[in-house]
T-cell receptor, first 118, second 111 residues
Framework: NAGVTQTPKFQVLKTGQSMTLQCAQD?????MYWYRQDPGMGLRLIYY???????DKGEVPNGYNVSRLNKREFSLRLESAAPSQTSVYFC?????????????????FGPGTRLTVL | SQQGEEDPQALSIQEGENATMNCSYK?????LQWYRQNSGRGLVHLIL?????REKHSGRLRVTLDTSKKSSSLLITASRAADTASYFC???????????FGQGTTLQVKP
């Protein structure tokens, strides 16, 4: 099992360009998450999906869109990249889903995408 | 910000010493988790303690939880150079699996 995979590993964009970060998990998990990590800020949740077909905003959703394509895949799109979106992006998944357990499942993380916006 | 806080922000110790990291959170929780991140890598889950538990052990790790103070601590005993990493606490509530992460403690263990 590969766990959680993310592509690309590195990306450089110019301001105003768009791109999609891809994430896939092979653990049959219900929930998937996108975080950004900035120095001294820990991880901040951008969007999450508690089950296939549902998505919800996290703490910092502005400037991003997401798609839960199927149970395996959860993509993050930057429509018009800005320098403030320079960050390391992590995708994660967990077994729990909406209306299910008390959210006590652990999260499994991908290796991250390092994005620089010039 | 919903984020919790961790202290210290950085900790440097000698191999064999114990390392203690503290975490505070803001809302009622179902569980408190600790994760480890090696430089340039994703986070790896270490241990989970539920809101009705006060202490939990896993190998050289000991976690305590005080829900009245909304705080938790992670103790790593007999530290090794390989323990050098950043450590994050994360609080879980609701039933979506969503977590709120602290800002992390960077631990350096000198051989």
């Amino acid at each position: 099992n590969a766990g959680v995979t993310q592509t690309p590993k590195f990306q450089v964009l110019k301001t105003g360009q768009s791109m999609t970060l891809q994430c896939a998990q092979d653990m049959n998990h219900n929930s998937m998450y996108w975080y950004r990590q900035d120095p001294g800020m820990g991880l901040r949740l951008i969007y999450y999906s508690a089950s296939e077909g549902t998505t919800d905003k996290g703490e910092v959703p502005n400037g991003y869109n997401v798609s839960r394509l199927n149970k395996r895949e959860f993509s993050l799109r930057l429509e018009s990249a800005a320098p403030s979106q320079t960050s390391v992006y992590f995708c994660a998944s967990s077994e729990s889903g909406s209306g299910g357990s008390l959210g006590t499942d652990t999260q499994y993380f991908g290796p991250g995408t390092r994005l620089t916006v010039l | 910000s919903q984020q919790g806080e961790e202290d210290p922000q950085a900790l440097s110790i000698q191999e064999g010493e114990n390392a203690t990291m503290n975490c505070s959170y803001k809302t009622s929780i179902n569980n408190l988790q600790w994760y480890r991140q090696n430089s340039g890598r994703g986070l790896v889950h270490l241990i989970l303690i539920r809101s009705n538990e006060r202490e939990k052990h896993s190998g050289r790790l000991r976690v305590t939880l005080d829900t009245s103070k909304k705080s938790s601590s992670l103790l790593i005993t007999a530290s090794r150079a390989a323990d050098t990493a950043s450590y994050f606490c994360a609080s879980g509530s609701g039933n979506t699996g969503k977590l709120i992460f602290g800002q992390g403690t960077t631990l350096q263990v000198k051989p």
